[in-house]
């Protein structure tokens, strides 16, 4: 279970970064007092446009980003204080961190591996599971650098998932995947929500969202504007699809901030 309460996050600019934002402030809020909680057996979706703060959120929950204030608990650990403890429950992955394209899935498969105290069998065990489901066997032993695209990211989604996590964290899972590739990452997900793993994904695509989360939370500007099914926040923005309750709450924000 992760559990959010108050977060915020504020970053400090350069004078490069302020002009370039064409601002005085020398201090951004990225996340602004956000409280949310994501259970087990449930894929929860937090949905906004480029720079809304989907992001900072989930490294936040990662332990990667110390909060400005605020805190989480993933499984019932302190993302600061217990931060070692969160990460051994956890499987981050993002497509900015990258595997070494010098080596093969197989080598990085039990580097990884072993760095979560598993044994050679328990890797054996997860790497013929996890390769074998994502096409990756035929492949595992190429440089990654010699893989495709959507080779790269199911690799990597494979690592991530070496030591079999009770939190997956996924910050736009499907980003630059052709469509069957994101099929095969999004079905994966539905099969981790199944077995009853915490799956919390970023995502700015309307039609992931609807089809993909149990429950949705929409950023805007690093605040959580609306939470909850996709029938529930249809409701209660009077709308039929989700891309105009979007824009029906941008819209209500953009006049707030007015």
Avoid: W
Wanted: charged share 30%.
């Amino acid at each position: 279970m992760i559990q959010i309460n108050e977060l915020t996050k504020v970053y400090k600019l350069t004078k490069k970064q302020m002009m370039e934002k064409k601002t005085k402030k020398n201090m951004v809020k990225a996340v602004d007092n956000l409280s949310l909680t994501a259970k087990p057996g449930e894929i929860y979706g937090l949905l906004g446009p480029n720079g809304a703060g989907k992001t900072t959120v989930l490294r936040c929950v990662a332990s990667l980003l110390k909060p400005t204030g605020g805190d989480i608990k993933v499984n019932g650990f302190d993302t600061v204080k217990d931060s070692q403890n969160v990460r051994k429950v956890i499987g981050f992955l993002t497509n900015e961190i990258k595997l070494d394209p010098q080596f093969s899935p197989r080598y990085m498969f039990g580097f990884f591996g072993r760095l979560h105290g598993l044994d050679e069998d328990a890797i054996e065990e997860r790497r013929e599971k996890l390769f074998d489901y994502f096409g990756i066997k035929d492949f595992q032993d190429k440089k990654i650098e010699e893989l495709s695209s959507g080779m790269k990211q199911k690799a990597s989604l494979a690592v991530s998932l070496v030591h079999d996590p009770d939190v997956i964290i996924f910050d736009e899972p499907t980003n630059g995947l052709d469509i069957i590739t994101a099929r095969n990452v999004t079905d994966y997900l539905k099969l981790l929500r199944d077995e009853g793993k915490t799956v919390i994904i970023s995502t700015h695509i309307m039609t992931e969202a609807e089809k993909l989360c149990d429950r949705i939370g929409i950023i805007i500007s690093g605040v959580l504007a609306m939470e909850g099914t996709l029938a529930e926040i249809l409701e209660r923005t009077s709308t039929k699809e989700l891309e105009d309750a979007f824009f029906e709450l941008y819209k209500m924000h953009s006049r707030e901030e007015d």
